[in-house]
């Protein structure tokens, strides 16, 4: 290890991958509007939202595996794993508990997932430097 904290990092790949989500959310705001009324937006800001948390956990295997001495294919593995439950589950969560319109919510769920994948790889790939 090169001496580099292991969270080193997590607080401005926190701030990226938050400012994209609410880019995302910003920017479906009036389209999902037009399409399915109120709900619909709101579904998409949810959907953003999700995303967003589903990238923080999904990196917490990139960051407690350092100290931990994983391998970084291991750590990469997991997180993607974490990242996809956790959407999963929130999304589910989510879509049954809100009043959300359910296309607009997967349709925002698969776009802000997608679009949230190039940070969290950003993100490891800079992990993978710090081993």
Request: charged share 10%; net charge positive; aromatic share 8%.
């Amino acid at each position: 290890m090169t001496g580099t904290p292991a969270g080193a990092g997590f607080g401005r790949f926190a701030l990226l991958a938050g400012a994209v989500a609410a880019l995302l959310a910003a920017l479906g705001w009036v389209p999902a509007g037009r399409f399915t009324g109120v709900t619909g937006s709101w579904a998409w800001v949810a959907a953003c939202g999700v995303s967003w948390v589903a990238s923080l956990v999904g990196a917490l295997p990139l960051i407690i595996g350092v100290k931990a001495g994983e391998p970084m294919v291991s750590r990469a593995l997991a997180a993607t794993g974490l990242r996809l439950i956790t959407t999963v589950m929130l999304g589910l969560a989510v879509g049954l508990t809100g009043p959300f319109e359910p296309r607009t919510l997967l349709v925002g769920l698969a776009a802000s997932y997608v679009l949230l994948l190039a940070v969290d790889t950003w993100f490891a790939v800079g992990r993978a430097k710090v081993v």
